[in-house]
């Protein structure tokens, strides 16, 4: 890594060489599945449910505002919170504070939902979930160049991106189970506050010595959230094509139900995506965990990442072409297949392109950004391509080619094979 050389030679800024074990795996994947979770649950239904109950009249534009806000809210503190557990010096290590912290504030702000008893409550008490929980994303995100060796991060990038799908999964299984927005925020905090518990006691995290700790001030730490592309070209290419390739598969999931409603013109649209979604969600853990496996075995992360963001690009186009019920179930098991693999090799590319050790939790924050920003600019782009520039076809091969540049600009990338 660059600029590591310079670095104390210390336990928890060097670079892993022992495998880690199932158990620890383990333990990561699960605080993953529970943020997802926590994250999903309340943003698939549980919100849109309490939209209605507070003022059915205004619904869309309170769920606009909430979801808005907390979208704001996870782009900013998902890289300071990284920052400050790189500070840490906790006798539990740089990472379990935060990771415990976060999932203590995500817990109690779902449970705060679950009464909240007005508009302005609902949107501060959803920012404080989105701060929680991505306090504990930075941090359990670091753990992986913190302790996973190179030759292991396919797979266990991989492992991670199964975590994150079936958090996506069961959170919009227990919004649909559980009966009513009130009783789903408690499953939610619930759900988050067990998947911690095993990390936490079993972590084995590295203490930062005091002293091996760079001396603070406000204006380094603020600069440190710029990563100068043309210092550290690498890092940048591979953030770029991070937010390119979600940001075209944002553009393909955003109008989902639309476009089975009005393109397709399938009688239950709701049950379509559900399906749809099934059929992604399944294919992406597969993938995720073979793709993962495989860019390990081969030494080698650029092919695969390439080949994965031409498969995603290739689903957004047979939506494209082919807007019918069997079209969209081949694109989204094409769909799948791509991200799946997109995520694992991918995530592990990016740990392999972090600057310094001793700021892996800030630049995996930073790096975050690159999935949390396409959330924000995907309804700007996707909203007039389907209103006044063509529709579902040139919203869907937009994102066709907004994917392809992400496959190209990987190339760009130059220390990692």
């Given amino acids: 890594m660059p600029g590591d050389a310079s670095l104390p030679k210390v336990p928890a800024l060097s670079e892993p060489t022992v495998n880690v074990r199932a158990g620890w795996v383990a333990a990561v994947v699960l605080v993953n599945v529970g943020i997802n ?42 890289p300071i919170f990284g920052a400050f557990s790189d500070r840490t010096t906790s006798r539990f290590g740089r990472r379990v504070p ?17 009464g909240a008893p007005n508009i302005a409550a609902m949107t501060i008490l959803w920012c404080l979930v989105q701060t929680g929980c991505n306090g504990a994303v930075a941090a359990i995100t670091a753990t992986v160049p913190d302790r996973v060796p190179r030759a292991q991060r396919g797979r266990i990038g991989g492992l991670v991106g199964m975590g994150v799908t079936v958090g996506l999964v069961g959170g919009a299984v227990i919004a649909a189970v559980v009966a009513g927005f009130v009783a789903g925020y408690i499953v939610c905090a619930v759900a988050l506050f067990l998947s911690v518990v095993p990390y936490v006691v079993n972590s084995h995290d590295a203490r930062l010595d005091p002293a091996d700790r760079p001396p603070f001030s406000w204006s380094r730490f603020v600069a440190g959230f710029y990563i100068s592309p043309r210092q550290y070209p690498d890092f940048g290419w591979a953030w770029l094509t991070r937010f390119l390739v979600n940001l075209g598969n944002h553009i393909v999931t955003l109008y989902l139900f639309y476009f089975l409603q009005d393109a397709v013109g399938y009688p239950e649209p709701a049950n379509g995506v559900l399906i749809l979604t099934g059929l992604y969600a399944a294919m992406t853990i597969v993938t995720a965990v073979l793709g993962g496996r495989l860019s390990d075995r081969m030494g080698k992360r650029k092919p695969i990442v390439i080949a994965s963001s031409a498969v995603i690009a290739a689903a957004s186009l047979i939506l494209a072409f082919f807007p019918t019920m069997t079209g969209a179930i081949i694109g989204a098991l094409v769909l799948g297949i791509g991200f799946g693999a997109y995520l694992a090799v991918d995530f ?14 800030k630049d995996m924050g930073v790096i975050n950004v690159a999935n949390s920003l396409p959330q924000v600019l995907a309804p700007v782009i996707a909203g007039p391509l389907v209103l006044t520039a063509g529709g579902y076809l040139t919203l869907y091969v937009t994102s066709a080619v907004i994917g392809l540049l992400g496959a190209v600009f990987v190339v760009k990338i130059k220390s990692v094979a």
């Avoid at 698939?44 to 808005?68: H, R, S, Y």
């Avoid at 415990?100 to 779902?110: I, N």
């Fill in 37 to 78: 979770a926590a994250f999903f649950g309340p943003l698939q239904v549980l919100l849109a449910q309490q939209a209605q109950a507070l003022d059915p009249v205004n619904k869309e534009a309170i769920l606009a505002l909430v979801t808005g806000c907390g979208a704001a809210v996870s782009l900013v503190a998902n």
């Fill in 348 to 361: 592990a590319l990016l740990t392999e392109v972090l600057p310094t050790a001793a700021d892996r939790g």
């Fill in 98 to 114: 935060w990771v415990l912290g976060g999932a203590v504030l995500g817990v109690a702000a779902l449970l705060g939902l679950a």
